[in-house]
Structures are given as C-alpha cells and as structure tokens.
C-alpha cells in the first residue's frame, strides 16, 4: 500500500495515518461499493464524494484505476467551469460546432477558441510538424495580457522524443510549474501503480522542457492535446494560463472526445485533399503520357512537349531528366556538371534507389551553397537505378524572415532557451509540401508502369526481330554454301582458260577473261564480309582490358603481308589507354578502319594515317580516333556510310563492298559503344569510336 505526500491537503490525514485506516474509514459505504464494483483493468471512473467527513471542505470526486490486483484512486476536487452550464451541454455544443467547419484551418481555429473558451486557459495554439519533427504556430487564441505566438517555429528539440513518445500514449496531458514533485508516495508501489502515476494521475511528471518553457515564459500552466493521423504525431495543440489551472477527470475526457474529433475531421480532409491533388496530378499525367507517346525519347515527352514536369509541381522552378545517358533540362537549374554532383552525392549518401527531398541542400551537400538562387531545394526521383534513370526537380532560395521560440543554450547540447528571436533564412527553398511528394511518387508509378509496358512491347519487337535473323542466318547459309559453289566453278574455269587457252585468245578475250576473274574476286569478299558480319555474337563475346597499341601493331602487321610500306605510314601516338572488348572483335574494327584509311589515302602526295587518344571521354569511357588524309566523306553522307551496302559517292574507283563499316558500327554497338566520323571532302577522314563495356568474363553478363 502507498499513498500521496500530498494527502492532507486533500483528505485531512497525513501519508502514514492513511496507512493504517480501512478504505471504509475513510469514504462513505456507498462509495465503497461504487469504486468495489469498477471491474479489473476496466476503463477509469470517477465517483463522486459529497462533503466526506474529515476532509477540507469542497466537492471532491475519486478517479478509479483498476488493476488486477488492486486499485489506484486519485482524489481530486470537482473543478467548476467557467462558465454557466454542465459539461455534457458543453461538450455537445462544442463538438458541433467542430463538426460544422468544412476546411482543416477552420477546425484548427475553432478549436484554439474554445479551449480558451470552455478552460479557461489564456493561450492556446496549434503546433503542426513537418517530417523533420519541426513545427510552426498555424492557429492561436490568446487573451490580451500574452503575446502572439502565431507563425513561430521550434524546432525538433524543442520537442524531443520521450516527449513525443508519452503524447502518443496520452494524449491530454497537463503540467503546472510548481517546482516540487506532484506526486511523491509514501509506502510500496508496484510497476502496475507506478506506471499509472506516472502516465495517467492528473498529477503527472512534467517533462524537462515544459518545466523550462513555464520558466522562461512566466507562466504557471502548460496543457497539450494531442493531434494522431495514421498513429503518427501530426500536430499539438498546447494550452497556456499566467495562473495555475487544473484538469479534472471530466475535463480530460472531454478534450479527448474533442481531440478524437479534431482527428477525425483533419483525417477526413487530408483524405480529400490527397485524392484533390491526385486528380490534378493524373490530368498532368494524362497529357505527359500523349506527350511521352508523341516524343522520340522519355526525355523530349516529359521536357519538350506543351505539358511538362514542371507543370506536376508548379512551385518549382526547374528540373533536370537523365534517360538513356541523356541529361535534359527545363527552366531554371544549375548547369549539367552540377547536376550530376548533386545526383552523384545523392545516389552515394542517400540511395540511388530512395526518393529524397530537402528545402535546405547546402546544408547536406556543403557544395550546392554556390548555386542556391537556383537549387537551395531539391527532390530527387529515381526512376531505374539499373540505368541510371531519375528526375529531379530545383526550387530556388526563398529568403524569409522567420521568428523561431527557443535558441539552444551554450555548452549544454540538450539544453533550451524558450525566448523569442529573429531569424533571416539564406539557403533554404520554400518547403516540399506532401502534395507535391505524392505528385512526384503517382509519377514515378506510372513511369516505370511504361517502362514495364515498353519493355513487353520490346519483348514483342524482340520476338520479331529474332525469327527476321533465323531468316537471314538461313540466308546467310544460302549465300555461303548454295552461291559459293557456282562462283568457285566460275573461278575454275576461268582459271583453265587462262592457264591453257590464253594464247588463243585475242586482246579483248583476254580482258574479258580478266574481268570475270576480278569480278569472281569482287564476289568472293563480298560474300565473306557478308557472313563476318552476320556471324557477329555478342553473347559469345569476351570482354578483357586490352592494350590498343598491342591491336594496332597486330593489325599492321597483318596489312604488311600485302604491302610492306603501310606500317611506315602509320602513326601510334603514345601513350594509349587500354580499351575494353572481346579482342578477336576489335581485331576486325581495327582491320577495316585503318585499311580504309591506308586505301582512302594512297593517291595523296605523303599518305599519313594516325591512331590516337583523344584526351576524351564518353560516360567515362576513352573515345579513340583514327584519322587519315584522303579524300575524305562528304558532310551529307557522313552518317549514311556506315548503312549496308552504302558507300559515300567519290570513293568510285577504289575497292569495297559497302559492307566493312557497317561491319564496324555493328561490333562497336554491340560493345555499348558508337562511332562516327568528323571529315571535309579532299581534307581526310577522322573516325571516332569507344566501347562502352567492362571487364566481364562472358558478354551476355554485363
């Protein structure tokens, strides 16, 4: 058994007299009977005491706690209201009242009025968090004699988390600022008991920067309501008075009837809100997709088109789009280079995969402080990590005046003041509204929904595609097998000819029979370029680091079986980084590009050919050039060149089968890569390529 330091003041009789007596010494028979007949671990009651005998007079009443195995009674007196009228028509009244407001800001203010109304309190405000666990004032109702604390933020230590934990748990709770403990006990307390004087007594513990708070204000009184969305800390509403003020238990339970409500309601409305917001942003999201439909790329359908990205978040000012490698942007955003260390920190610290957002970037990534006016906030959105596929969209800093209620106290990290200061903020956006974050998510959806949709149609085309190469495999083996045979007994023939009729034959029989032997020649490579490029597999590819002057040297020398003079017109600039590939295949790049170039470049005065490093890179990748000074490719045809069976028009009179760049541009694909040529026609040739792979035992695994 224990009982209260402060039992004298309530029952007449000090802690240890209390000790000794039956409960029926103390109350009436009646009562007795009312608190003995409350069931165990039932909700708590209270019974009313009429004048008891003994005791100091006033109205009193006797809140019941059942446990399992006994009962904890809280003796307390009936607080009269403050106006006419009992508590039953007061909460009716009220919670009408509440119910008739049809926007959150007019049930948020409705509410301030009437805890100062009904409770008398001084000041009452409403603290709205933010997923920080900062806060501002956005609804006040005070008396004269205190000063507004509307639009005042404090920020998460203010609040820190065992505060925020016990207001989960109870969410009426009210302290004054008397400095000793409200409820020593005298005597054995089980956990059971101790758990209820701590949590639930009207007398409850006060928390440290409540205790501070009154302190630092003057006031004697802090109460708070809390306000639960989804079982999270959505808001607070706190309650001031300059003297002390008590709750009693019908008090409490009327403001958790009132808080149940409140809830409710702010519920109901964030629900409309959300499915409001949603609504617009499936509009936005409509039209972006007859956009994406319309446009070459994911890009140009959410940039270029009369709707945009930035049309889904109207409040930002700029966003940046990476798809297929490609970084596109809109509005106003820092410069590409900057983008991609903003997206490069975020990818590292936060996730590439997580979708992330702030209103102060400086503060996480110490570099953005030189680019605020365009990017002091940002929301990140990874659409395929696998592909380095995101949007992010930039808010510009917003340099507001702001008045905070605390400061941190020198050499005490815990610690607070709560006065009121000044604050100019630099550096920081306007905040990311849940709107705008539930926008960005529906978006990020539907995306990857049309990735999804576009890969099953690639799968489809894929489908296609495969039975379109068994045709032209099958076609492949005609030409290698069914026409070879043909143009070798042609070959034969013409040979016999030669080796034993040529004396015969006049002038023109033998040019005519040298005609069809070159012809035969001409056919023969053609149909081996032909197959070299249909057998191209990448899926037997074999990538390895590779040393291009190693490829080159072999190359030449294998050229030089024909003509010993074209490795003295080749030029390796030294040093050469290693290029990445399967090295049979690359053999064949190097072998049609620089036998292009020794050919292209024969008829000029001092043919040069050069391989070279062009001190640039592509996705990180060395880009490689080889250049010559022949005759050079037309501007208009330099794309064209490398299509099957496409020559450009003044290579007429040299050798070829419009077959080996193709070849080439074929292999470099498959290698993740490109190449293109840079030329001016009679000026040379300069041919650009990279592969864009890494070392990887087996192709088919990159």
């Given at each position: ?10 029952c ?31 909700q ?18 006797a ?5 399992a195995?006994?009962?904890v009674?809280?003796i307390?007196p ?15 009244g009220?919670t ?37 666990l ?9 008396v ?19 505060t925020?934990?016990?207001q989960?748990?109870?969410t ?25 004087l701590?949590?639930?007594l ?34 607070s ?18 403001l ?15 629900y ?100 605020v006016?365009v990017a002091?906030?940002v ?21 507001r ?9 020198e ?52 489908t296609?595609?495969r ?9 492949s ?21 030669q ?42 590819m ?16 294998d ?15 030294k040093?050469?980084?290693a ?23 024969a ?6 050919v ?12 060395p ?14 045809q ?18 070829g ?20 040529v ?25």
């Amino acid at each position: 058994m224990a009982a209260s330091a402060q039992s004298e003041q309530r029952c007449g009789r000090k802690p240890r007299q209390l000790l000794q007596l039956r409960l029926e010494d103390l109350l009436p028979v009646y009562v007795v009977e009312q608190i003995v007949a409350v069931p165990a671990d039932d909700q708590q009651t209270a019974v009313y005491l009429s004048a008891p005998s003994g005791w100091p007079a006033g109205d009193y009443q006797a809140v019941v706690y059942p446990l399992a195995e006994e009962i904890v009674l809280e003796i307390e007196p009936r607080r009269k209201w403050s106006h006419v009228g009992d508590y039953a028509a007061r909460l009716d009244g009220f919670t009408r009242e509440l119910e008739a407001e049809t926007t959150t800001s007019g049930l948020l203010q409705r509410l301030c009025n009437g805890l100062t109304q009904h409770f008398g309190y001084d000041r009452a405000i409403v603290l709205h968090f933010d997923n920080l666990l900062n806060s501002i004032v956005t609804h006040e109702s005070r008396v004269d004699e205190l000063e507004s604390m509307l639009n005042m933020r404090f920020v998460a230590a203010d609040i820190p988390e065992d505060t925020r934990v016990r207001q989960l748990s109870e969410t009426v709770l009210n302290f004054t600022a008397e400095k000793e403990p409200l409820h020593p006990m005298v005597g054995e307390v089980n956990p059971a008991a101790h758990e209820i004087l701590h949590l639930k007594l009207a007398a409850r513990e006060p928390f440290v920067n409540s205790l501070r708070f009154l302190r630092d204000t003057g006031l004697s009184t802090m109460g708070c309501l809390s306000i639960l969305i989804d079982g999270k800390l959505w808001g607070s509403c706190f309650m001031h008075s300059i003297e002390p003020l008590y709750l009693d238990f019908q008090m409490q339970s009327f403001l958790r009837v009132v808080g149940r409500l409140v809830q409710q309601k702010i519920a109901y409305h964030l629900y409309h809100n959300h499915l409001r917001s949603e609504q617009k942003a499936n509009e936005v999201r409509d039209r972006l997709q007859k956009e994406i439909i319309k446009a070459e790329n994911l890009s140009n359908g959410l940039m270029a088109g009369r709707t945009t990205i930035l049309d889904l978040l109207p409040d930002t000012h700029g966003a940046a789009i990476c798809s297929d490698d490609d970084l596109s942007t809109a509005g106003n955003t820092p410069d590409k280079d900057q983008i991609a260390e903003i997206v490069g920190w975020v990818k590292e610290v936060i996730g590439d995969d997580k979708q992330w957002h702030t209103d102060q970037l400086a503060a996480h990534f110490p570099a953005a402080d030189g680019y605020v006016k365009v990017a002091a906030g940002v929301l990140f959105l990874p659409l395929d990590p696998a592909v380095n596929q995101w949007i992010i969209w930039f808010k510009p800093e917003s340099v507001r005046k702001l008045t905070y209620g605390s400061t941190a106290v020198e050499g005490d990290p815990e610690g607070r003041k709560y006065s009121v200061r000044a604050v100019t903020s630099h550096r920081w956006s306007l905040p990311w509204v849940e709107e705008e974050i539930v926008a960005a998510r529906t978006l990020q959806n539907f995306l990857q929904k049309v990735v999804l949709q576009r890969y099953s149609l690639t799968r489809r085309h894929n489908t296609l595609l495969r039975e379109a190469l068994d045709d032209l495999e099958l076609f492949s083996y005609t030409i290698g097998h069914d026409l070879r045979a043909p143009l070798r007994g042609i070959s034969s023939y013409a040979d016999i000819l030669q080796d034993e009729y040529a004396d015969r034959l006049d002038e023109e029989g033998t040019s005519f029979l040298s005609l069809i032997q070159q012809n035969a020649q001409r056919m023969r490579t053609f149909i081996d370029d032909l197959l070299a490029l249909n057998r191209i597999d990448r899926n037997k590819m074999v990538f390895n680091s590779l040393c291009v002057t190693e490829l080159v040297e072999r190359v030449l020398a294998d050229l030089s079986h024909a003509d010993d003079r074209l490795a003295t017109r080749c030029r390796i600039q030294k040093p050469l980084p290693a290029i990445c590939g399967d090295h049979n295949y690359l053999i064949v790049v190097f072998t049609n590009l620089l036998s292009n170039a020794f050919k292209y470049s024969a008829r000029a005065d001092s043919p040069r050919v050069e391989v070279s490093f062009t001190g640039k890179y592509r996705r990180g990748f060395p880009i490689f050039c080889i250049a010559d000074n022949g005759i050079g490719v037309p501007t208009d045809q330099q794309d064209r060149i490398f299509d099957l069976f496409t020559r450009s028009t003044n290579s007429e009179g040299f050798d070829g089968t419009g077959i080996g760049l193709a070849l080439v541009q074929r292999i470099i694909r498959f290698h993740e890569g490109e190449v293109w040529v840079e030329s001016e026609e009679g000026e040379g040739a300069r041919f650009y390529f990279y592969t864009g792979v890494r070392v990887s035992s087996l192709a088919g695994a990159v």
